[in-house]
């Protein structure tokens, strides 16, 4: 390698503003297309890897003319809602909410038909339905119409009538959809290995074109919900007011993402400004090492606007991450830099530089190397934003280790920090202590090591992936004050859709849907099991199948409203004067209700085009009980075994089915995955320290420390979700940077005397300090993560800077003493 540091000499350290200059042009280059950095918070960065659920979720939307693009306004005046003033204050609140640009429409008790005439049937329906926008209904009749109505209970109105809904619609422009499907098409073409090279380009600009499309519509739809705010907020002196639906909770969660991009990056550096000053008491300690740590970041975000790829809710702490892990290479060659010029306090600047370089070169990137594997761990996810902030880690901790070797030997180089007295100090470091301790209670490190290990292992035995949404946010927020407002109230927060599509025509079968084609007199009874087949959802063997499944959902308790065609058939009988539609009176359905109540009663629950039948049900998220998968899962094995549906019929949509596929994947995808990358890392060991026995004792600390945060998240019931499964991952990465640094430092000082206690005692005094320097400022930098308003940020910062601690306490006294005890550099000197 002798030829490679002479080199690195010529080019690199002997011409310092010739490599600043050249890498000022590189950060000119990426700053040009800072303005493309963006974050995505949409459902499809939340979902899993070519997971067919979100375009099935929004065929199932088109298809039944549904959808999820509306906001929600739940409001509970102090007053009587049902009197006059109370309806007129709500029809202006109405109004100035409906006057809004991006606004399409409203629904609300205000504009619904109210069925409360006496004179109402189903010959007269057209005629004799009565809105309170329209007609001049008392407030006590518009009460009791609304709560005997199937269908507005619990989904515009609270049962007990305090609590009622405006559903705000801001629909989808046809242009996204015409977008996404260009794109998606291209996209299939290129994967096939189909696409030609002029198709190629069209997709590039697709993807361009929708992302543009998609920003301009973010903005425009932000702007929109802000002056929804405003408005609320001029009615709030007189009702309690929250605000919901999936624009306003990705928009928000965005505007978290964005908050801890600034707070958190600004909170950490300022944290790293600290522990410098703290530690080092000198500003080119702290100009250097922030200059490296800024130009990092710096870089991957110029690659990310050029590359067009945005941030999830996932990997918006990189930042965070790259800021510490650069600045923890960095600190490992100060503080051997520092140990050199204490070593020769009037030696050359340069030639000091050249011995600290030769000296962490080796180590350092295998450092690099082995926590690039852990968070390449990601990678295997299936998560696609898991999988993305895998692959930018991946990327910035490269950046990270070329800036290390790269621009801090030329900052040095231009700003040579002197030796002040804390360098030429002979005082032990209290880095010591530990060494101490682990001499002298040698069998109490090994044997709390293995009762932690023990409990490690029944903490991750009782892990869990099942969690609320609603948990992801403080009950401060918005977000989760208004969810358990819909939840208590208006019939649960997160939509699942269950699609039945109708059997198959039996061979020879005539198709014909008249329904005078039946041999049964449908006149005279209701032709149940022997009515022939009819290409039609309109009979009753079917109607009363769908009933079944109805009720049966309607039943479960994770279940709040639980709509469909059988929602539809009960209002019928109502205006039926409580009679049931017979055979005959079913096969008219179509067209006896009135066009203007198409869209609200038949078409959200059956498509005659496509043979599916719908049921639209809203999960009760704040349940403490609820077990998506297991709900998932009873609710299939009734349909089929019970209800006699074949399981090509059923097909289960919407959040509740991407949120679960995604939960459900974390286990398989990452724990287990864990695992390979333990043996990877052991591999690495062995070809960098060319020992079996050196690899095993390097992997048990880092396997505690992994295990401990895993442990203590079982231990603590709180479940795995996007951002905490990645810890494990992390705390790899990072625990073996300890563990390389403090076994190649042991393995150079145990030459010198062959003394195993005496090699302890030197290392805990040098690479020691480092790694506690190191973790200190990992630690510190992840505690800023608790002012998020994103639970599972608090979650990862607090457990994060937890398995620092376990990796650095292990690293300390766990490492040492399996070394001294195994002896894998031979016998000592006095044995």
């Not at 099935?56 to 739940?74: C, E, P, W």
């Not at 208004?482 to 039996?506: C, F, K, S, W």
């Amino acid at each position: 390698m002798n030829w490679f540091g002479t080199l690195y000499d010529r080019l690199i350290l002997a011409r310092p503003l010739v490599v600043l200059g050249i890498f000022t042009l590189l950060l000119a280059v990426a700053a040009i297309k800072f303005g493309q950095f963006r974050l995505d918070a949409s459902a499809e960065s939340l979902v899993l890897e070519n997971d067919r659920s979100l375009e099935q979720y929004r065929k199932v939307n088109r298809r039944f003319t549904t959808s999820d693009d509306f906001l929600i306004v739940t409001y509970t005046p102090e007053g009587e809602l049902f009197s006059e003033a109370g309806l007129s204050r709500l029809q202006a609140l109405r109004d100035e909410l409906q006057a809004l640009p991006a606004v399409g429409s409203t629904n609300s008790i205000l504009n619904v038909p109210l069925l409360h005439s006496p004179e109402l049937t189903l010959d007269t329906v057209d005629a004799e339905i009565k809105t309170v926008d329209e007609d001049q209904v008392p407030p006590g009749t518009v009460r009791a119409a609304l709560l005997d109505n199937p269908l507005y209970p619990n989904l515009l109105i609270s049962e007990d009538a305090r609590t009622t809904a405006i559903q705000v619609n801001l629909p989808t422009p046809e242009q996204y959809f015409e977008l996404l499907q260009q794109r998606n098409q291209l996209r299939d073409k290129v994967e096939a290995g189909d696409a030609s090279a002029a198709e190629r380009e069209q997709l590039e600009a697709a993807q361009q074109a929708f992302i543009d499309f998609t920003e301009t519509q973010g903005k425009e739809r932000d702007a929109t919900i802000e002056r929804v705010r405003t408005i609320l907020d001029s009615y709030r002196d007189g009702a309690e007011i929250h605000l919901g639906g999936v624009p306003m909770i990705v928009s928000d969660m965005i505007r978290f993402i964005k908050n801890d991009l600034s707070t958190f990056g600004l909170g950490v550096l300022a944290f790293l400004v600290l522990t410098l000053i703290i530690i080092f008491r000198q500003w080119r300690w702290v100009l250097v090492p922030l200059l490296c740590c800024g130009f990092t970041v710096w870089l991957m975000i110029g690659f990310l606007g050029w590359a067009q790829w945005p941030v999830t809710v996932i990997s918006a702490n990189f930042i965070a991450l790259l800021l510490i892990m650069t600045l923890s290479l960095t600190i490992h060659l100060m503080v051997r830099y520092r140990e050199f010029q204490h070593d020769d306090t009037e030696g050359d600047p340069r030639e000091t530089l050249r011995q600290t370089l030769a000296a962490m070169f080796k180590p350092c990137f295998y450092m690099a190397i082995t926590t690039i594997v852990a968070f390449g761990s990601l990678t295997f996810s299936g998560i696609r934003p898991v999988i993305d902030f895998g692959w930018m880690m991946t990327l910035g901790l490269s950046v990270a280790f070329l800036i290390t070797f790269l621009i801090f030997p030329v900052l040095l180089r231009l700003l040579p920090p002197k030796a002040d007295w804390t360098v030429t100090s002979n005082r032990v470091p209290f880095t010591d202590i530990f060494a101490r301790f682990t001499e002298r209670f040698g069998k109490t490190v090994l044997v709390g090591s293995a009762v932690i290990a023990v409990l490690c292992a029944i903490g991750v035995s009782r892990l869990t992936v099942e969690n609320s949404f609603i948990d992801y946010f403080k009950p401060s927020t918005e977000i989760h004050q208004g969810m358990i407002t819909i939840d208590d109230r208006l019939g649960g927060t997160t939509p699942l859709d269950i699609v039945i599509t109708d059997e198959a025509a039996p061979e020879n079968a005539s198709t014909d849907s008249d329904p005078f084609a039946s041999s049964c007199d449908p006149f005279v009874e209701d032709c149940g099991d022997g009515e022939e087949y009819r290409d039609t959802w309109y009979t009753y063997q079917k109607m009363q199948r769908l009933e079944q499944v109805h009720n049966y959902l309607d039943s479960l308790p994770e279940t709040g409203k639980v709509l469909s065609i059988t929602t539809t058939l009960d209002i019928l009988a109502q205006i039926n004067q409580g009679e049931r539609l017979d055979a005959l009176e079913l096969a008219f359905v179509p067209a006896a209700v009135p066009d203007d109540l198409q869209d609200t009663l038949l078409t959200p629950y059956i498509s005659e085009e496509h043979d599916q039948a719908r049921f639209s049900i809203r999960i009760l998220e704040t349940m403490p009980e609820l077990r998506r998968q297991a709900l998932l899962d009873r609710i299939h094995n009734h349909l089929t075994s019970e209800l006699g549906y074949e399981e090509d019929q059923v097909l289960f949509a919407g959040m509740t089915v991407m949120y679960n596929n995604m939960l459900q994947s974390l286990f398989d995808s990452q724990i287990k995955t864990i695992g390979a990358v333990f043996v990877v890392i052991t591999i690495m060991f062995l070809l960098l320290f060319r020992s079996l026995k050196l690899a095993l004792i390097g992997i048990a600390p880092n396997l505690i420390a992994a295990g401990s945060v895993l442990g203590l998240m079982g231990w603590l019931r709180i479940p795995l979700d996007m951002m905490t499964i990645t810890i494990a991952a992390i705390t790899v990465g990072i625990a073996v940077d300890d563990t390389i640094h403090y076994i190649h430092r042991f393995k150079t000082e145990f030459i010198k005397d062959r003394d195993y206690f005496a090699t302890m005692h030197r290392c805990h005094r040098s690479i020691g300090r480092a790694m506690f320097y190191t973790s200190l400022t990992i630690v510190a930098g992840f505690s800023i993560l608790v002012l998020s308003n994103f639970i599972p940020t608090i979650y990862f910062g607090l457990f994060t800077g937890f398995a620092m601690f376990m990796a650095l306490l292990g690293a300390l006294t766990l490492l040492p003493r399996l070394i001294i005890l195994i002896r894998p550099f031979g016998p000592g000197a006095a044995e």
